[in-house]
């Protein structure tokens, strides 16, 4: 595993779920659906690359954004607590104060489905960003210390492809069900 570059997994940018920036959300949803059908996806696409009219990524759907737009409430919250470490009595505060989810959620989705993705999709930091030759220790890293999901992977100054964190894992599975168990009679001297 140690060998392993994030090339190595990535899903290609032209196989992943893409949509343009002027997308309804309704739409890219069915889109979602749609090419997961058609394609008969083991573990279907949960997030969606946003294209310019250049046709370059220039953002990500994921499924927290949606969430997070569907209870406009959040976007307030999170606004005047930027670094998200919540304790138990804030986010039961919070909820309260903010009524957070008071709306039928067929209200919610009816809303949500006609706003652009543009104007939920968030667009990658640095943090958020591997390269295709990087180890996959370094995107391993990146998960742990809290980068979005998935992360973009690069060459040169173009997004390349995804790296989903379940692929990942399903990696760091196999290399640790094909490793031999360590006995603490393996560490005696």
Known sequence: MNNLKVSDLMIPVVEYSRVKEDTSVHAAMMELVKESKDKNLSHPHRDLLVEGADGKVVGMVTMLDIFKHMEPSYLKLLSKNP??????????????????????FNSLCQRIGGIKVSDIMHT???????????????????????AQQPLLVRKD?????????????????????????ATTDNFKE
């Open 83 to 104: 670094s998200g470490f919540l304790d138990k009595s804030y986010v039961q505060k919070v909820f309260k104060d903010f009524n957070l989810w008071s709306e039928p």
């Open 124 to 146: 990658p930091e640095q943090a958020d960003i591997v390269g295709e030759e990087d180890k996959l220790d370094k995107a391993l890293h990146a998960y742990i210390v809290g």
């Open 157 to 181: 100054d173009r997004i390349t492809g995804v790296l989903r964190l379940g692929d990942v894992f399903e990696k760091v599975r196999d290399s640790i069900l094909a490793c031999e168990i």
